[in-house]
Nanobody, 126 residues
Framework: QVQPVESGGGLVQAGGSLRLSCTAS????????MGWFRQAPGKEREFVAG????????LYADSVKGRFTVSRDNAKNMVYLQMNSLKPEDTAVYFC???????????????????WGQGTQVTVSS
């Protein structure tokens, strides 16, 4: 199995920024489509961003487009989510997800991903 691990969550004021990181110890992620999802209390898990293995294809949820940037550094076996202009409604547990199928377009549903990190808490205060 592939076990991704997220880091970088924390508490920030509205308008601030955070960068989340995702990696997998002892595993190479360079051939995997990666996704970022989030889940707030009382809400279902929602797609945030996805990136193809080469980084060529990137997708964002409308709610974060223009504020969040997903990127990857395959040489470092890392995937990132840069979050700027954070809003209180961005408060959630953020998950990094791994897709195992060989393709290039990131799915926008949880069912499209096979392995999940434990999540990292992002809290945005007003």
């Amino acid at each position: 199995q592939v076990q991704p691990v997220e880091s970088g969550g924390g508490l920030v004021q509205a308008g601030g920024s955070l960068r989340l990181s995702c990696t997998a110890s002892g595993r190479t992620l360079s051939t995997n489509t990666m996704g970022w999802f989030r889940q707030a209390p009382g809400k279902e898990r929602e797609f945030v961003a996805g990136i193809s293995p080469s980084g060529t294809t990137i997708l964002y949820a409308d709610s974060v487009k223009g504020r969040f940037t997903v990127s990857r550094d395959n040489a470092k076996n890392m995937v990132y989510l840069q979050m700027n202009s954070l809003k209180p409604e961005d408060t959630a547990v953020y998950f990094c997800a791994v897709r195992l199928s060989i393709d290039s377009t990131p799915p926008q549903t949880s069912r499209g991903y096979h392995y999940w990190g434990q999540g990292t808490q992002v809290t945005v205060s007003s």
